[in-house]
């Protein structure tokens, strides 16, 4: 279900181009993204992380709560990374509102399936044209299901039909 909304929504240089491109965006209610038609771009939701972040927070959120010099020695062995560069993350997923950095305790402030169901939605709608079944056909090509996978998936199935 979508609901449709429009405006100019552009400021700066492009401000002019709003008249020409009215702003109008598809909200999904019950999804985590929101598809905006205004000079073809998708409106990102701060679920959108890059490798290196999501590599991190995967740290975090099995840790969590962890001190933040345990965090960059962590760091150090699974990545890397020096403790400038953990420091530098953790401030800046702070500033985006993903982690939050109190008294030298680092905890996740997004969910590692809020983050998973996101990425699954952009890949479907970027890749499939939001068919599920495309997908899933795709997928299973050439793929063999045991019965307890395929299994699986029909009560997955049915559950999400009822």
């Not at 740290?59 to 530098?88: A, F, H, M, Q």
């Not at 939050?100 to 169901?117: F, W």
């Amino acid at each position: 279900m979508s609901t449709e909304c429009s405006g100019n929504g552009v400021v700066g240089p492009l401000t002019h181009l709003a008249s020409l491109y009215p702003l109008t965006r598809k909200v999904y209610p019950d999804r985590l993204i929101s598809e905006s038609t205004d000079l073809g771009e998708r409106v990102m939701e701060k679920y959108k992380l890059f490798d290196a972040e999501y590599k991190f927070l995967d740290i975090i959120w099995d840790l969590e709560p962890v001190n933040s010099t345990e965090l960059t020695r962590v760091c150090l062995k699974k990545l890397g990374w020096k403790k400038p560069t953990t420091y530098t993350m953790i401030r800046k997923l702070s500033e985006r509102g993903i982690l939050k950095n109190e008294d030298a305790t680092v905890t996740a402030l997004i969910k590692r399936g809020q983050v998973q169901k996101y990425e699954s939605e952009v890949l479907l709608q970027k890749s499939f044209d939001n068919s599920l079944p495309t997908f899933l056909a795709t997928f299973l090509r050439d793929k063999k299901l045991s019965r307890k996978e395929a299994e699986e998936l029909k009560n997955m199935i049915e559950e999400a039909t009822k």
